[in-house]
């Protein structure tokens, strides 16, 4: 029991220390927007849900890179302060849901097409998240085999058939 009580007070300090520093974040980007933090243990994350109408797209950024630079100093700051990693998830209304319907179709389609054709079909510039994204979606597949190739900036991810 004593586990327990020391995981949740672990847990509670980390979604503590996640919502002061997203707070103080949001305000020196002159952002109103409070945001929601609460523990996602099934996917061992702490979320930063931003609900917003008139700064959703100043706080997604062109292809969502405000989003995940935000994400980024959460974490980096939340590591600092906690002395260990914590994985934490941004999210601005339900664009992450959006973003993670349209990679699914993607995966999907590309699929489809290394089915027919026969052919590699390469995808590029997607960030690490978005091809982690894609090689789950298409992982119970058992006709289609996904990697990622390259380094760095240039890395992309090629879905292909198997056999």
């Known amino acids: 029991m004593a586990k327990t009580t020391t995981k949740a007070k672990k847990a509670k300090g980390k979604v503590e220390t996640v919502e002061s520093i997203a707070g103080e974040l949001l305000s020196l980007m002159g952002v109103t927007v409070k945001p929601e933090v609460f523990e996602d243990e099934k996917n061992e994350a702490i979320v930063v849900s931003l609900k ?3 700064e959703a797209g100043l706080l997604i950024g062109r292809h969502g ?3 995940e630079s ?4 959460i974490g980096m700051l939340a590591k600092e302060q906690l002395g260990e990693w914590a994985r934490v998830v941004v999210n601005v209304g339900d664009w992450r849901e959006k973003q993670e319907e349209y990679l699914k179709t993607l995966a999907t389609s590309a699929a489809e097409r290394a089915k027919s054709m ?10 690490p998240s ?18 990622s190739v390259g380094e760095g900036e240039e890395r992309y991810l090629v879905v292909k058939r198997k056999g």
Do not use: F, K
Not at 70 to 73: E, R, V
Not at 118 to 127: A, F, I, K, S
Not at 134 to 140: D, F, N, Q, V, W
């Open 70 to 73: 935000i994400q980024a100093a």
């Open 130 to 147: 978005q091809r982690r994204v894609i090689h789950l979606a298409l992982s119970e597949d058992p006709e289609v085999a996904t990697e």
């Open 118 to 127: 026969g052919e590699e079909q390469p995808l590029y510039n997607l960030t």
């Open 52 to 54: 917003t109408e008139d």
């Open 65 to 67: 890179q405000t989003i």
